[in-house]
Every structure is written in C-alpha cells, then in structure tokens.
T-cell receptor, first 113, second 117 residues
Framework: KQEVTQIPAALSVPEGENLVLNCSFTDSAIYNLQWFRQDPGKGLTSLLL?????REQTSGRLNASLDKSSGRSTLYIAASQPGDSATYLC????????????FGAGTILRVKS | GAVVSQHPSRVICKSGTSVKIECRSLDFQATTMFWYRQFPKQSLMLMAT?????????EQGVEKDKFLINHASLTLSTLTVTSAHPEDSSFYIC?????????????FGPGTRLTVT
C-alpha cells in the first residue's frame, strides 16, 4: 500500500525561526506532490505543487523540494510568523493510483510570538 | 481562479434523516471530483471519485448505498448521506480537477461540517 509519512507530527518554534517540515513517500512513480495548509475547522489551502519533473517550487517565504529517488520532500518556511500556525499536509498522486491524492497525517505547527 | 464552493458549510441533522452536500466548481469545468472525509485530528481520507456522467468509484470500506454521489454536470457534484447516524458526523471536503489543467492538480472546497444528533 502506498503511503505518505510526515515528520514531525507537531512542532513549536519561536517567531522568526526558519523551519523544515518533512514528507516521505513510498514509491518514486508519482505525478506530483502538493503541500497544503489547513487552519482549525477549515478547508485546505494549496501552498505549493511540485510536478514529478521538478526539483523545487518557491512562493514567498515557502520553498518545497522534491527528491523522487529518495522518496522525500521538504517544506522550508523562512522567518516564521505566528500567522503560520496551522496544520501542514503533504499529499502525493501515485501513478499506481491514477489521479487520487494520498495524504500524510500532517504536521501541526505552532509559532510562538 | 480555480474556486470550489461547498454548501452548506455546516449542517446538523437528526439520526435517520438524509443530508445532501453540494460541491461546485465556480470558474472552471471539472470532469472529476473527489469526496474526502476528515475525522477530528486526522488527515483526509478519500471516500470516492466521481466522473461527470458516470457512476462514482468508491474506496474500499465506503458504503456506496449510504453515501450517494451524483455528478450530473461539469460543475456540480453532490454527496448525500442517507439514514445518517452519529458516527457519520465528520468534516466532508470535496475537490475538483480542472478539465484543462495539466499535472493532476486538485482544487479543494472549504468543507462541510456534519453533525448527526
């Protein structure tokens, strides 16, 4: 069964710190990998989508990398702010599953002011 | 662009009744829509994939007679929870794939909070 694993499950950092969230997947045969943000009781906000042919994507203070050979992706958040506090979800579309997204369990981030 | 809406955002119903949730792609056409369920402090679990004009494909363990999905047009899919029970209380999220987009990206709705009393 193809899975997605996120580490750590929870993270608490002081404001201003740079941080890295990790995501691993079990098969390199993927169409893309996507990072989402979810605030409590809310839907998903797409942050970055990396196609299988790409190595990284950047948006503002966010940078996501993709290493298919090792089955890993990282989401780097620079100069964290209290408003970054949320759950961050990593999701992968495995070729084996067609167009279905497989989600990790998420990392709960708290940025303290 | 690429906005997906859901209605209602919250619904409370009595046990045994049926509830319909709508998912609409507002500014694009979606041949494929997806329905997810999320229990508290858990990640999203795919329930079913619906394609416009055809029957939905349900994930293992999801009762198709209980969760009725209709995708009658390129901009609307509905999920009906029939004979709802308290254990069906959950956060239901839909997503849609743009017919014209590359890369299989899905756009997500804001979710519907269902509480069955």
């Amino acid at each position: 069964k193809q899975e997605v694993t996120q580490i750590p499950a929870a993270l608490s950092v002081p404001e201003g710190e740079n941080l890295v969230l990790n995501c691993s997947f079990t098969d390199s045969a993927i169409y893309n990998l996507q990072w989402f943000r979810q605030d409590p009781g809310k839907g998903l906000t797409s942050l970055l989508l990396i196609q299988s042919s790409q190595r990284e994507q950047t948006s503002g203070r966010l940078n996501a990398s993709l290493d298919k050979s090792s089955g890993r992706s990282t989401l780097y958040i620079a100069a964290s702010q209290p408003g970054d506090s949320a759950t961050y979800l990593c999701a992968v579309i495995y070729m084996e599953y067609g167009n279905k997204l497989v989600f990790g369990a998420g990392t709960i981030l708290r940025v303290k002011s | 662009g690429a906005v997906v809406s859901q209605h209602p955002s919250r619904v409370i119903c009595k046990s045994g009744t049926s509830v319909k949730i709508e998912c609409r792609s507002l500014d694009f056409q979606a041949t494929t829509m997806f329905w997810y369920r999320q229990f508290p402090k858990q990640s999203l679990m795919l329930m079913a994939t619906s394609n416009e004009g055809s029957k939905a494909t349900y994930e293992q363990g999801v009762e198709k007679d209980k969760f009725l999905i209709n995708h009658a047009s390129l901009t609307l899919s509905t999920l009906t929870v029939t004979s709802a029970h308290p254990e069906d209380s959950s956060f239901y999220i839909c997503s849609a794939r743009d017919l014209l987009a590359v890369g299989y990206e899905q756009y997500f709705g804001p979710g519907t909070r269902l509480t069955v009393t």
